[in-house]
């Protein structure tokens, strides 16, 4: 079965400093992959995907790169704020071309230390 | 952008009984899911809501337990049936206008079974 891991439950980093996320898969060729925020009692909110055919991709301070070989993707953050504090999760389509089902990984909760 | 109501946001139950949750999208959509996140976990599919037909659930969850509404493309009800206390938990609505494209995702519902 698909797997998703994000390796590291908690990270706690100084602000100012560039975090870095993991996100590993298995058993499974995502065509994307995506990255959510999800604050305390809310749903998660989208912030980036990226496509299988995609090295890298930014938006402001966060970027994201996929590597199909490794079946990896890091996010990162530069520039760290303690507004950045937040649990974040990976995302892949496991439904192929005719559905969709994206599933999460545990995700990692980030703290950001002024 | 897709704006998401969902209710109750949050309950207290007794055990078995039922809860019937609803998931308002402000414009159509082509998909719907629920998740479940329980508490200090990342997110599980429980179903895909189907317009006009039954919802397809993934591995562990079934009709009986969950039953899903989908009458439109705006509007699903997931009801949490016989619950016990081991249904505590966030319930979230989530919503995509196409495959291969970011989720969007209500406020959810807390929902605690004594």
């Known amino acids: 079965s698909q797997k998703i891991e994000q390796n590291s439950e908690a990270l706690n980093i100084q602000e100012g400093k560039t975090a870095t996320l993991t996100c590993n898969y298995t058993?499974?060729?995502?065509?994307?992959l995506q990255w959510y925020r999800q604050d305390p009692g809310r749903g998660p909110v989208f912030l980036l995907l990226?496509?299988?055919?995609?090295k890298e991709k930014r938006k402001e301070r966060l970027k994201v790169t996929f590597d199909t070989t490794l079946k990896q993707s890091l996010f990162h953050i530069t520039a760290s704020q303690p507004a950045d504090s937040a649990t974040y999760l990976c995302a892949l389509d496991y439904g192929g071309s005719s559905a969709s089902k994206i599933i999460f990984g545990s995700g990692t909760r980030l703290s950001i230390r002024p | 952008s897709a704006v998401i109501s969902q209710k109750p946001s949050r309950d207290i139950c007794q055990r078995g009984t039922s809860l019937t949750i609803q998931c308002q999208v402000d414009s159509q959509v082509t998909m719907m899911f629920w998740y479940r996140q329980q508490p200090g976990q990342s997110l599980t599919l429980i179903a895909t809501a189907n317009q006009g037909s039954e919802a397809t659930y993934e591995s562990g969850f079934v009709i009986d337990k969950f039953p899903i509404s989908r009458p439109n493309l705006t509007f699903s009800t997931l009801t949490v049936s016989n619950m016990s206390p081991e249904d505590s938990s966030i319930y979230l609505c989530s919503v995509g206008r196409s495959t291969n494209e970011k989720l969007f995702f209500g406020s959810g519902t807390q929902l605690s079974v004594l």
């Open positions: 990226i496509r299988e055919n995609e």
């Open positions: 058993n499974y060729s995502p065509a994307y």
